[in-house]
């Protein structure tokens, strides 16, 4: 049976500080918790499920994620009524936007009552919460207008060619590009426009459908966002000589299209913002690997199973299943949260090298993209 990639359970995490022991320095004006380096927790990125339809070559090689590998038991994945109580405390501590990712998370029964949970919540402030999710859309047809109706507000699609034989080799398991399309189309009727489309690019594999793909949406007020291919988790082989910087990403559409610089939405947004000059529209890139953005890193991250992470390219989550499960207050569990956010000084794509990247992290469809 193929080892199932799993973190190790970090030992760190300790008994819950008092919130007497928290230091006032790492304390907003409001209370709201700081990390070592004064961020906040803004963003959850909630994972739903390990489980994918697609293989796709950087994400789940068929090599590993195969007909053997030991997915997590129902058992052990937070029920929605344990999501729903985590994300309230995390939202105590001032989350405001949740992210529902997997593996596939629409693969995930009755997604959408886990929506309507989370629709229900309101932010300290007394917003609703921003709830979105991330899906490669083989069941966004058949799911949108549940989505919609349970309070979903936006979503974002991977892509990752407009081509079909280049879509079809990367998802690997021969998904054809047109019902990803018609996913699209189904979640824009259904009013979630405009929609993000995530391409991931590598060198040699898709880099010449930067400009296709960007040319199918352009004028649609859908946003193509181009990710660097990152060295995430120990199985997808990757290498600098794959990524194909942002930078280069920008100077191909500037040539074919023309560009105009955006600002941010807001502080910390990962994506750069350009502009076609001809005013058909944005696109954006994601450069986590040749222009770190750690310093405004604000995002935390839940496994299936109940783990929190403080970094994507972590080996070590922070167990709160097990308190959950055992009994723990809603105040034993904001402490716990705000004893494994505070000491937080993660900043891995600041410091990558060669030997960071060949080291052992958790996968990328295990802790949601
Ligand atoms: N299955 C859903 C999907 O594909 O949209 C959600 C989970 S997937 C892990 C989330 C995002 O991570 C996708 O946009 C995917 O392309 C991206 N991703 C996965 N592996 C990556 C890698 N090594 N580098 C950059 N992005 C990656
Ligand atoms: Fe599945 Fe998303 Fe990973 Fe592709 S990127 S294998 S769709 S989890
Ligand atoms: Fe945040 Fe870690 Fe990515 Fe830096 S490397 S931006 S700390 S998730």
């Known amino acids: 049976m193929t080892e199932r990639i799993i973190p190790l359970i970090d030992a760190r995490a300790g008994p819950p500080a008092s919130p007497m022991s928290w230091p006032e320095a790492l304390l907003g004006a409001h209370g709201q918790l700081k990390d070592t380096r004064g ?90 919460l921003e709830i979105t999710l991330t899906t490669n859309a083989s069941l966004l047809k058949r799911k949108a207008a549940a989505l919609v109706n349970a309070g979903l507000k936006r979503v974002t699609v991977s892509l990752d060619a407009i081509d079909e034989d280049v879509f079809r080799a990367m998802n690997d398991v021969d998904f054809p590009v047109a019902q990803v399309l018609e996913g699209i189309e189904a979640a824009d009727a259904a009013g979630l426009r405009p929609l993000k489309i995530n391409m991931v690019v590598k060198r040699g594999v898709n880099d010449h459908q930067i400009i296709p793909l960007a040319r199918h949406f352009k004028g649609t007020g859908h946003i193509v966002r181009f990710i660097e291919f990152m060295d995430v988790g120990s199985s997808n082989g990757w290498r600098m000589d794959d990524v194909v910087p942002s930078r280069e990403v920008i100077d191909r559409l500037n040539t074919s299209f023309g560009l105009t610089t955006l600002e941010p939405n807001y502080i910390g947004e990962v994506a750069q913002r350009w502009a076609y000059t001809d005013g058909s529209g944005e696109v954006g890139v994601i450069s986590s690997v040749t222009q770190a953005f750690c310093a405004d890193c604000s995002r935390a991250r839940l496994s299936t199973e109940g783990q929190l992470f403080t970094c994507l390219f972590a080996n070590a989550g922070h167990d709160l299943r097990t308190p959950l499960r055992g009994g723990a207050t809603d105040a034993q569990l904001t402490h716990l949260i705000a004893s494994i956010w505070q000491p937080r000084s993660d900043r891995y794509s600041e410091i990558r090298t060669a030997q960071t990247a060949a080291l052992r992290k958790v996968e990328m469809s295990y802790i949601g993209g």
């Not at 990125?45 to 997590?72: E, Q």
């Open 39 to 128: 961020r906040s927790i803004h963003d959850l990125r909630i994972s739903v499920t390990d489980r994918c339809n697609f293989r796709c070559t950087y994400c789940m090689p068929a090599s590993v994620f195969d007909k053997d590998y030991a997915f997590l038991p129902q058992s052990a994945l937070l029920s929605f009524e344990e999501i729903e109580r985590l994300t309230r405390l995390f939202v105590a501590h001032g989350v405001e936007k949740i992210r529902l990712t997997g593996g596939e998370p629409l693969l995930r029964k009755n997604i959408e009552h886990l929506i309507e949970r989370l629709a229900r919540l309101t932010t300290a402030a007394g917003k609703p």
